[in-house]
């Protein structure tokens, strides 16, 4: 099994006046077990037209693809890549009809802004709502590009 | 205004034939601005007695401006890979996913929904962490 492993470092030396430094590493395994995620999607990089008028959606996990799994411990990474601070992207978990669909049923996360990321755990749910992961360009934003990895088991 | 970055990598040697070595770094900035976030929740650590469900672990109703830019931080504290935290999303507690035994997430907040949490057994840990602008 593949041996993955994330490490995320969040610093900053004048935010309180008692420096945060803290750094976490973990190999990526799957659920329950001492075992690694064997499985990857990306690093993609995808075009997100947009629309000048409408919100559009666009899947980045589809929960549909039996590929995924509800009860196991995949991770999802998704990069705003604009590098303009005005521009961003809304993240959703929810499910729509197909990409650049203007409407989604599910709740809102929060927003990147350019060059901000994520990383987040991810059951593919399709009780209910679906849990796909979705990201929104609002109106008048076209051509934005993301990148995302999928790592699951 | 305070500067603050956060850096993820992703390695592996062995996950494709590709060598898997992503890294970005960002700095924590407010919405459409390079000033940086200004306020924190601080490193915060819980520990429960029993198990939970639905535990609200940020609430909108703090975060009532839903365009800005705020980052969460989570973190499962257990050393058992078979101790999760299912993060939730809104008033329907819609599932984003499970932190396994030291496991963690990072993610932006608008604010327009809670974050519920459960956990799958009893005395487990998390640490959370709210960066925000005002």
Redesign the interface.
């Known amino acids: 099994m ?15 006046s008692d420096a ?1 430094s ?1 750094s ?1 590493t ?1 190999n ?2 799957a ?4 075992t690694g ?2 499985q ?1 999607e990306g ?1 993609a990089r995808k075009r997100l037209p947009g629309n000048a008028s409408n919100t559009k959606n666009y899947i980045i996990a589809n929960a549909s693809d039996s590929k995924f799994s509800e ?7 998704i ?1 705003n890549l604009s590098t303009s ?2 521009e ?1 992207l ?2 959703c ?2 499910t729509v009809g197909s990409d650049g669909a203007t409407t989604f049923s ?8 350019g ?9 593919a ?1 399709l009780t ?2 679906n ?1 796909d992961i979705l990201v929104q360009t609002p109106a008048n934003s076209l051509n934005q590009e993301v990148e995302y ?1 999928i ?1 699951f088991e | 205004m305070p500067t603050t970055t956060a850096q993820i990598t992703l390695s592996s040697a062995d996950l494709t034939g590709d060598a898997l070595q992503l890294t970005s770094l960002t700095t924590l900035t407010g919405h459409a601005s390079n000033s940086g976030l200004t306020h924190t929740t601080g490193v915060n650590r819980i520990t429960f007695a029993s198990a939970q469900t639905a535990y609200k672990l940020v609430a909108a109703s703090a975060y009532s401006d839903t365009t800005k830019a705020h980052k969460v931080y989570i973190k499962n504290l257990s050393t058992s890979n078979s101790e999760f935290v299912t993060i939730e999303i809104g008033s329907s507690n819609t599932i984003l996913g499970r932190l396994y035994g030291g496991d963690w997430a990072f993610l932006p907040y608008d604010g327009t929904n809670d974050i519920d949490i459960d956990t799958s057994a009893n005395a487990m840990s998390i640490e959370y962490m709210v960066i925000y602008e005002q």
């Not at chain 1, 009860?71 to 990474?77: D, I, L, Q, T």
């Not at chain 1, 599910?106 to 802004?113: D, F, I, K, N, S």
Request: aromatic fraction near 8%; avoid cysteine.
């Open positions: 593949a041996t993955t492993t994330a490490t995320l470092s969040i610093v900053s030396a004048d935010l309180t945060l803290l976490n973990k990526l395994n659920a329950g077990v001492a995620l064997s990857v690093v009860n196991g411990a995949a991770k999802v990474y990069k601070n005005a961003y809304v993240v978990v929810g599910g709740q809102e996360l929060g927003r990147l802004y060059g901000d990321f994520l990383f987040i755990p991810w059951s749910r209910s709502t849990s990895l790592i």
